[in-house]
Antibody, heavy 119, light 108 residues
Framework: EVQLVESGGGFVQPGGSLRLSCAAS????????FNWVRQAPGKGLEWISN??????????YYADSVKGRFTISRDNAKNSLYLQMNSLRADDTSVYYC??????????WGQGTLVTVSS | EIVLTQSPATLSLSPGERATLSCRAS??????LAWYQQKPGQAPRLLIY???NRANGIPARFSGSGSGTDFTLTISSLEPEDFATYYC??????????FGQGTKVEIK
């Protein structure tokens, strides 16, 4: 069974940092790309980052809203995905989901982890 | 950047009725158009991918269609568990993913 489990969310002050993790199981982790998607309270879904891993190397993409502040990474040996979030702002408050990418779709999602940025 | 606009924002229907949800792109998109269902407090669930393919375990009452800039998700006969928010999503040039703003299907 495919499972994605996020952790690392919590309460942080503006300007602070947080590192999210996503532990994967039930499939060959190295064979897939992954995304982080967030959802502010009462709002829609916002894609923020993608990481691929092909024979030609790793490619990474970010939404403009997080570029320069957030860093996505993966550890294929640990079947894990990460999101390092720096310079956090109040508008980064959201539930953060990791989602497996499969060509043009995100076919499996974690349950999400809540990040609250407030003074 | 491609923008996806979903309509209507809210759809009020009764169980057994047909639901038609629209997703319009600001420019022509590839066939990588997907639909997700999200219930309160839950993660999104993939329903439809590549415009018209149902994901694993998705009932046949869900169908997707469209091309170019106009796409539709149809629920042929609403079941009580189908009342939720639905999002369309596309992948643009492999470097970004975009979601529509969502359509809430509520009980009339």
């Amino acid at each position: 069974e495919v499972q994605l489990v996020e952790s690392g969310g919590g309460f942080v002050q503006p300007g602070g940092s947080l590192r999210l993790s996503c532990a994967a199981s039930g499939f060959t982790f190295s064979g897939y790309e992954f995304n982080w998607v967030r959802q502010a309270p009462g709002k829609g879904l916002e894609w923020i980052s993608n990481i691929n891993h092909r024979n030609t190397g790793t490619t990474i993409y970010y939404a403009d809203s997080v570029k320069g502040r957030f860093t996505i990474s993966r550890d294929n040996a640990k079947n894990s995905l990460y999101l390092q979030m720096n310079s956090l702002r109040a508008d980064d408050t959201s539930v953060y989901y990791c989602a497996r990418g499969n060509w043009g779709r995100m076919d499996y999602w974690g349950q999400g982890t809540l990040v609250t940025v407030s003074s | 950047e491609i923008v996806l606009t979903q309509s209507p924002a809210t759809l009020s229907l009764s169980p057994g009725e047909r639901a038609t949800l629209s997703c319009r792109a600001s420019q022509s998109v590839s066939s990588y158009l997907a639909w997700y269902q999200q219930k309160p407090g839950q993660a999104p669930r993939l329903l439809i991918y590549d415009v018209s393919n149902r994901a694993n375990g998705i009932p046949a009452r869900f169908s997707g269609s469209g091309s170019g800039t106009d796409f539709t998700l149809t629920i042929s006969s609403l079941e009580p568990e189908d009342f939720a928010t639905y999002y369309c999503q596309q992948r643009n040039n492999w470097s970004s993913w975009t979601f529509g703003q969502g359509t809430k299907v509520e009980i009339k």
